[in-house]
């Protein structure tokens, strides 16, 4: 019912910035939160960064002072702007969202997942 489709990973030299966008389309009637997340090769998927319907962002450690996560909720985008990246934001990353779909006068709520995209930070 809902999809979520990035775009904009690639090839980054160390210190070279890169933004990543996340479109949201489908049954949706509100989407609450959206954010970042990446799994290297370590086989973990970790928060990069969260930002709320309210406006809150939550930033990983790592992305703070770096990276900037935003939102068009005209189009139902988010996006995470990196910058000074390093090799050990190479990384699988996928966007995620919390979404409200309505089905007549029925409501649920659930996590979507982007398709995942390659960031690579090598000189």
């Known amino acids: 019912q809902v999809q979520l489709v990035e775009s904009g990973g690639g090839w980054v030299q160390p210190g070279g910035s890169l933004r990543l966008s996340c479109a949201a389309s489908?049954?949706?009637?509100?989407?609450?939160?959206m954010g970042w997340y990446r799994q290297g090769p370590g086989n973990q998927r970790d928060v990069v960064a969260r930002?709320?319907?309210?406006?809150?962002?939550k930033y990983a450690d790592s992305a703070k002072d770096r990276f900037t996560i935003s939102r068009d909720n005209a189009k139902n985008t988010v996006y995470l702007q990196m910058n000074s990246t390093k090799p050990e934001d190479t990384a699988v990353y996928y966007c995620?969202?919390?979404?409200?779909?309505?089905?007549?006068?029925?409501?649920?709520?659930?996590?979507?997942w982007g398709q995942g995209s390659q960031v690579t930070v090598s000189s």
């Open positions: 995620g969202a919390n979404v409200w779909e309505r089905s007549g006068t029925r409501y649920r709520s659930a996590d979507y």
């Open positions: 489908g049954n949706i009637f509100s989407i609450d939160a």
């Open positions: 930002i709320f319907k309210s406006g809150t962002i």
